[in-house]
T-cell receptor
């Protein structure tokens, strides 16, 4: 069982609020990821990190930002939430370092279901 | 364009029956293919991984096959149980980048009825 935790599990909040979605893993993985998933659709990578102080944007453009100050922690922030941000956000981590081909499985958290009114 | 297509989109079977889910991909260069199971309200969990040289791999009642020539994979579930109700996602990794970029299918939603 993978040890990766996301909070909150559900969040309903009004437009314009600042939101931070938390993600923590206890496996010591260097690589971490944020995905966005809408019902019936594939996961889209929005951010990833190879390690501390490393963050990159993914395939899907997102107005969110991320930080990686500690290995185990990879929070995602929306400065001003809008209804278009309503979605499920999944955090994942995997073994391996930058420069290694990514054949290791990604371990996913249970996601945050975000609804912006 | 690298893509992963899954079929059927949804499937309903009776408990105890077998089923097969399909995955076609165009990802190149190919590194590996994984099947993930995603229960409702949970994150995906890896079931199997197939590399280029592997044709079949089993994990309990789950058996995955890979035909790298035709770029097709299948996931066969034997003697289905109610707990098999979930979305099954095919994920293909390329080896063109150190990130090992993943390409996700939209999943097959399996429902097992008693």
């Amino acid at each position: 069982e993978a040890d990766i935790y996301q909070t909150p599990r559900y969040l309903v909040i009004g437009t314009g609020k600042k939101i931070t979605l938390e993600c923590s893993q206890t496996m010591g993985h260097d690589k971490m990821y944020w995905y966005q998933q809408d019902p019936g659709m594939e996961l889209h990578l929005i951010h990833y990190s190879y390690g501390v102080n490393s963050t990159e944007k993914g395939d899907l453009s997102s107005e969110s930002t991320v930080s990686r100050i500690r290995t185990e922690h990879f929070p995602l922030t929306l400065e001003s939430a809008r209804p278009s941000h309503t979605s499920q956000y999944l955090c994942a981590s995997s073994e391996g370092r930058e420069g290694e081909v990514g054949n290791q499985p990604q371990h996913f958290g249970d996601g945050t279901r975000l609804s912006i009114l | 364009k690298n893509q992963v297509e899954q079929s059927p989109q949804s499937l309903i079977i009776l408990e105890g029956k077998n089923c097969t889910l399909q995955c076609n991909y165009t990802v190149s260069p190919f590194s590996n293919l994984r099947w993930y199971k995603q229960d409702t309200g949970r994150g995906p969990v890896s079931l199997t991984i197939m590399t280029f040289s592997e044709n079949t791999k089993s994990n309990g009642r789950y058996t995955a096959t890979l035909d790298a020539d035709t770029k097709q994979s299948s996931l066969h579930i034997t003697a289905s149980q109610l707990s098999d109700s979930a979305s099954y996602i095919c994920v293909v990794s390329d080896r063109g980048s150190t990130l090992g970029r993943l390409y996700f299918g939209r999943g097959t939603q399996l429902t097992v009825w008693p």
